[in-house]
């Protein structure tokens, strides 16, 4: 099983096109999951041959290949930009002249959300890996009190701006992944699996595997890849380090990612507490032959040293599922 190793470029944002192709093969690549607010420009994408060509163009030049888009920011802003409690933060993820405006910033994630689709397409792509944001996410601890109906409520405004733009994914054949993540409607094993039946199970609709996120909250990321099989559409490779010295709590108590103060951090993978040994042998147990893609994030660890090494780790672990038993040579006629 060739599981293609890539790199998410949301964290080599700054990086053109072409330098991070170059720096991706470098460092050991077979691809990139290309994020939006880096280098594609899905717009352009969704309307421009010349421009899909020009990016195929150079990923082939790099020997590199592209099984997925990223679109974790506009998406972010689908589901967090209500009037009623807007979060000036996702001014940084829209264009400038948006910000303050919480509308046409759902508005513009909304359009970017629906090009991504057709970009998608028109690259051969048939994934994109998405934030969707949650408007109740600022309520996950139940004071003031939080009555079932407004969890109920922020769920179905999630389905009613999403199934929209999911209706434009049906039309392209392209699949929804979504990173299961803080400030997201899913961002536990429950939370994912109300998701799922708020939406009727519809295919379109997926998860982008991403164990970093799930440990440090005191998930078995196996356990929940295993009972989400069906459901994993993407993965990511990132690691995450507990530090729970009865002064650190998990809550990060808003320190900045890095300080060893925090109760986690983000690490380069192989240097956390990921079981990625384990995550291997279900994603063979359930035949997943997609891209690993590394979302690199520690910000102890100089960035291209890392990815290197991040590569050649997730190489190392990579490995295809036996075609024999074991004790098959003990047996005899």
Known sequence: MARPVTIFTGQWADLPMEEMCQTAQKMGYEGLEIASWG????????????????????????????????????????????????????????????????????????????????????????????????????????????????????????????????????????????????????????????????????????????????IWQGLDPAMFLYDFADRVYHVHIKDAKLNLNGRNGILGSHITFGDQRRGWNFVSPGHGDVDFDNIIRVLNQIGYDGPLSIEWEDSGMERVFGGTEACEFTKQINFSPSDVAFDDALKTD
């Open 39 to 214: 280098q594609i420009d899905v717009e352009k994408a969704a309307k421009d041959e010349s421009y899909v060509k020009e990016l195929k163009d150079t990923l082939a030049k790099y020997d590199l290949g592209c099984w997925a888009i990223g679109m974790h920011l506009p998406g972010q802003c689908v589901g967090d930009a209500e009037q009623w409690a807007y979060d000036p933060r996702l001014d940084n993820f829209a264009p400038s002249a948006l910000a303050g405006k919480p509308e046409e910033i759902r508005a513009w994630g909304t359009q970017q959300m629906k090009y991504a689709a057709r970009a998608a397409k028109n690259m051969g792509v048939d994934t994109v890996t998405f934030f969707m944001g949650s408007p109740i996410w600022k309520m996950w601890y139940s004071f003031p009190q939080t009555s079932e109906e407004q969890v109920e409520a922020g769920y179905q405004r999630i389905r009613e701006l999403w199934s929209p733009i999911m209706d434009v994914y049906d039309e392209c054949g392209v699949k929804l992944a979504l990173e299961v993540h803080p400030t997201e409607i899913a961002y536990d094993y429950w939370s994912t699996k109300k998701l799922l039946e708020i939406f009727d199970y519809r295919p379109t609709l997926g998860i982008n595997f991403d164990p970093s996120h799930l």
